[in-house]
């Protein structure tokens, strides 16, 4: 069992939202002995439409994934992106913001490509899945990850959370190797601006920004791992 709190995190959402959903039937909380919200956490988990599951599992037990959710290469991720995008286009309540939503999953799929080539540990390319009902998107590569990355330019780094907090908030000059660093403070400023979510890990480190809210919520995750693992929800 998990806090309110807890789930709406890994939903990406506000607890006023959880508290929506739980009054309108979309996601039931478990009340506990004193009343308050609870939720198992495989429910939320099955909640995401087991998408953000097989990401996880394919960079932290390094399982098989199917061809529709794997982009080998940035071209296949770019073909796949824009068939995203012509769907998200058909949605009528997301036509101010398909366009964003399309920009951000964009910005962290190039970044896997761009700053793993000729690099990649084991399996290159990324997990890239979409489910529009959810209002979800799961991006995941078993790259380098962030801290890796950063030190070639930031040798001082010394952990994934300084890390994460470096690439979302600090702007790095250079070419190479951090356009993922610039690139990745695109996206928390669109994520802040507009009514969207976002889950980012690498390494042992965690970043949440949920929606309703621009608090920068940094902290170690439970299971480390070589990589990136997005959940971006809209």
């Not at 780094?157 to 702007?171: P, Q």
């Not at 042992?204 to 309703?212: T, W």
Request: glycine content about 8%; proline content about 3%; aromatic content about 8%.
């Amino acid at each position: 069992m998990i806090s309110i709190g807890e789930a709406a995190s890994i939903l990406g959402v506000s607890i006023d939202t959880l508290r929506r959903w739980d009054q309108n039937g979309k996601l039931i909380s478990v009340k506990s002995k004193g009343g308050h919200r609870k939720y198992y956490r495989s429910q939320i988990e099955t909640f995401l439409n087991n998408l953000f599951n097989l990401a996880r599992e394919w960079v932290l037990k390094q399982t098989d994934i199917s061809l529709e959710f794997y982009c080998p290469n940035s071209a296949v991720f770019q073909t796949k992106l824009t068939e995203m995008q012509e769907l998200l286009g058909r949605v009528k309540e997301l036509s101010n913001l398909f366009p964003l939503i399309v920009a951000v999953a964009g910005e962290i799929g190039n970044n896997s490509f761009d700053h793993n080539l000729g690099n990649w540990p084991d399996i290159p390319g990324i997990f890239f899945a979409y489910d529009i009902n959810k209002k979800i998107i799961v991006l995941a590569d078993r790259g380098l990850g962030i801290l890796t990355t950063l030190k070639r330019v930031r040798p001082e780094l010394d952990n994934d959370r300084e890390a994460l907090k470096v690439a979302f908030t600090e702007i790095i000059s250079g070419r190479s190797p951090e356009s993922r660093g610039n690139g990745l403070k695109f996206v928390r400023k669109v994520v802040e601006e507009n009514p969207l979510g976002l889950l980012f890990q690498t390494g042992n480190a965690e970043l949440i920004l949920a929606k309703e809210s621009n608090v920068l919520d940094i902290k170690s995750s439970a299971q480390p791992f070589r990589g990136c693992l997005a959940l971006i929800t809209f």
